[in-house]
């Protein structure tokens, strides 16, 4: 099963894009399978959704979500799952390529914090324009794989008092 | 130790064969060398850590071609073609670590001597001898670890690591290595971690050994070397959780690694960069903590080196998987200005030196060089051991050599003569993540993906292939040639230096939690900062393609990236 999204522009790489959201959309078409960045972009939007903190600081959150996901999920999901590997020297188990990417989010300027404590990320919202962009083109596997992720993470992350 | 890891135990195999073969005086079957009565101890001087022993195990190895090596291998690759006196070397650097991991095993002696003489105390780490010969033997252990960090470096340091993850070998044995430790390691690290495994280090120590006096080793010493321990603590573990600590001085967020090299980088490009390293050693401390056991990767590992030692059981609501008790390295609350120093220290390192265009300009045109030689071995079917083996023959001086300058293919030739000569490709492009256009997310999203392993690559080459087709279209002098071929020949490619990475640092608050270094002062505003204004996406040609380089970046990045504005590109264009 490939997990990723839907649509494909003319099956070549470096087309011609028809409008903005067409390019804006690219990140997503380079992929054929659902990678790491996908999920935790798509998840994002989704948890935010659903009034849980997007936890930065404390990253362990975001880790026992991911490990949980391999645990369960890795068998009939994507295959970026089955190779991911959580190191065994922490406290929890710790997947440096996560953190890379959970660090990239706030020093690409993609997602802000809240400062001075670096609690929770900020989502831009220009940029999630462009990941809601891609949601409508996701797979109706993707989407149930997604959904399943979206509950371990409800058990994982702390909700805002008033959600 | 490596039985179920068989590239890993290949390529350390090979190893023993390469270095019996080329330094038989060493490491061959009829070794004569050391030659001479050894002396116990020998004093070095060094610039930043002044007047320092190094004992007799350590004496036999910096004596040998393994250590020498390192003299001819720059400490900062090619920074000295902008920075001229950066010229010092893996070999100063190997032996200043060796200096202050013993400092900082001293300072923490001194203040949990009672705690460091139980942990030697116990049966398994004993191996029978008392706790004081015992600590004796970790800490030369330790000493060990650190002279040979960096023995699997090649020519110009980490501009070549880079291209190690291009031999399959390598990929493979660096999965075993981040399995038999239980956390992920690159395939720079395999080469050192071999070496100390190697049958050639062991009998080179043991040879040495009865080259000492009997008189010159002391009561209370022990000085049976445990080498399976000596190589987990190069890839920062150890051979018993309680040792942990050990592998966190040679590589961590706050290792001995990071506190000589920063200095000595700063020192030696003549930048007034300094951090506290007295406090540090007053302050240093170590703590109890636990390290959960996940995919049981710990036990396996004690396991493979022969410690009889269990997992502790999940607590409930607390730790959820098996776990180890651990004794970590930790600064406490109070050192933290210390870490402070540290963090601006390694930022202000990358601004100056490691990301300055001009280094990396001649890292990146040695990096597509070392790539096309690769290529070309294994076009002419080379192994990857072969492979592996040249890597841990070359120095920097190699670069005048067959292989490079002297090659017998013109490209491989002229390309050494631009490096060795600094004929250096120029900066066309600098993309920054923070420069604005309308649809900035566009730019954003390019960043962040350049950050995302397995878009990374591809999208490079991606960009790469539209700049190449691009200056065949407009050039000239290029028609007729492929997108690779027209690049190589124009000196172009795209550059993405690896951004600093400022380790999860853990300090020390007396009782759980500890805390992150970004609780007590913006860390995350600092690198992001610093990548936001002074990290850039290059693209790179020879000044006789520039022109060419700056219409055709446009339009690869018009077509790749989707950006089209005018003022973007006035913005990001390097104007003479």
């Known amino acids: ?163 | 130790m490596l039985e179920s890891y068989p590239k890993l135990r290949f390529i350390t195999a090979k190893i023993d064969e390469d270095l019996a073969a080329r330094h038989a005086e060493f490491f061959g079957a009829q070794a004569s060398r050391p030659f001479s009565r050894l002396k116990r101890e020998k004093v070095i001087h060094d610039p930043l850590w002044g007047t320092n022993s190094y004992y007799w195990p350590e004496l036999a190895l910096i004596d040998s071609p393994l250590l020498q090596r390192l003299r001819f291998i720059h400490q900062t690759g090619l920074a000295y073609h902008v920075y001229p006196s950066a010229r010092h070397s893996r070999f100063e650097h190997s032996l200043g670590i060796v200096t202050i991991a013993s400092r900082i095993f001293e300072a923490l002696f001194e203040r949990y001597s009672g705690t460091i003489l139980t942990i030697a105390k116990e049966k398994e780490i004993s191996h029978g001898r008392d706790s004081i010969a015992t600590a004796h033997r970790l800490k030369q252990e330790l000493r060990l670890a650190a002279l040979l960090h960096d023995t699997g470096h090649s020519l110009f340091s980490h501009a070549s690591e880079r291209v190690y993850s291009r031999i399959g070998l390598l990929q493979d044995a660096a999965e075993e290595l981040s399995d038999l430790i239980g956390k992920e390691k690159g395939s720079g690290e395999v080469l050192s971690f071999c070496i100390a495994k190697s049958k050639s280090v062991a009998t080179l120590l043991e040879r040495a050994r009865q080259k000492v006096r009997l008189e010159d080793f002391r009561e209370n010493e022990d000085w049976d070397i445990d080498l399976d321990n000596v190589a987990l603590l190069i890839v920062g573990s150890a051979g018993h959780p309680h040792l942990q600590f050990m592998g966190d001085i040679i590589s961590s967020g706050l290792d001995a690694d990071k506190l000589d090299y920063m200095l000595r980088d700063a020192s030696s490009a003549g930048l007034p960069l300094r951090y506290d390293l007295e406090r540090y050693l007053y302050t240093v401390a170590l703590e109890s903590d636990y390290m959960v056991d996940v995919d049981s990767a710990l036990t396996k590992l004690y396991a493979a080196v022969g410690t009889k030692i269990s997992a502790r059981s999940p607590v409930k609501d607390r730790i959820r998987l098996p776990y180890y008790d651990t004794y970590r390295l930790r600064l406490p609350k109070r050192a933290s200005s210390t870490m402070e120093q540290i963090v601006i220290c390694k930022i202000m390192l990358f601004s100056y030196i490691y990301h300055h265009q001009k280094v990396r300009a001649a890292e990146g045109l040695l990096e597509k060089l070392l790539t096309r030689i690769t290529d070309d071995w294994k076009s002419r079917s080379i192994d990857d051991s072969a492979a592996v083996l040249k890597f841990l023959g070359y120095d920097d001086c190699s670069i005048q050599g067959e292989d490079f300058l002297r090659s017998s293919d013109e490209e491989i030739s002229n390309t050494s003569y631009r490096i060795v000569n600094r004929i250096l490709p120029r900066e066309v492009y600098r993309f920054s993540p923070a420069i604005s256009h309308s649809g900035g997310e566009l730019i954003k999203e390019f960043f962040l993906m350049l950050r995302e392993r397995e878009k990374r690559a591809g999208l490079i080459a991606e960009l790469e292939k539209a700049l190449g087709d691009e200056l065949v279209r407009i050039d000239k002098r290029l028609a007729g040639k492929t997108a690779s071929e027209a690049l190589w020949t124009a000196g172009a490619w795209v550059d993405v230096p690896k951004p600093p990475n400022v380790e999860e640092v853990e300090l020390s608050t007396g009782e759980y939690p500890t805390v992150t270094i970004e609780n007590l002062f913006p860390i995350e505003e600092w690198t992001e900062a610093y990548q936001a204004h002074r990290y850039y996406v290059r693209v790179y040609a020879y000044s006789e393609y520039v022109d060419s380089a700056i219409r055709a970046t446009r339009v690869a990045v018009e077509h790749i990236i989707g950006i089209r504005e005018n003022s973007f590109f006035d913005s990001c264009l390097r104007k003479r």
């Open chain 1, 1 to 163: 099963m490939k997990f990723g999204i839907s649509r494909s522009v003319g099956g070549t790489k470096g087309v011609n894009y028809r409008s903005e959201a067409d390019a804006a959309a690219w990140s997503y078409i380079m992929a054929e399978q659902l990678v790491l960045g996908d999920v935790v972009r798509q998840l994002a939007l989704l948890m935010k959704e659903e009034g849980i903190v997007l936890a930065f600081k404390n990253e362990e959150p975001w880790h026992l979500l991911f490990f949980r996901m391999k645990q369960e999920l890795a068998t009939d999901g994507p295959s970026f799952l089955r190779r991911l590997r959580f190191d065994a020297d922490n406290r929890y188990p710790r997947c440096r390529e996560l953190s890379e990417f959970l660090h990239a989010l706030h020093t690409t300027c993609t997602a802000g914090v809240e400062n001075p404590y670096f609690d929770e990320l900020e989502l831009d919202q220009d940029v999630t324009r462009v990941w809601r962009e891609a949601q409508q083109h996701l797979k109706p596997e993707t989407k149930q794989f997604l959904s399943q992720s979206l509950r371990i993470a409800c058990e994982e992350f702390p909700h805002k008092p008033n959600a």
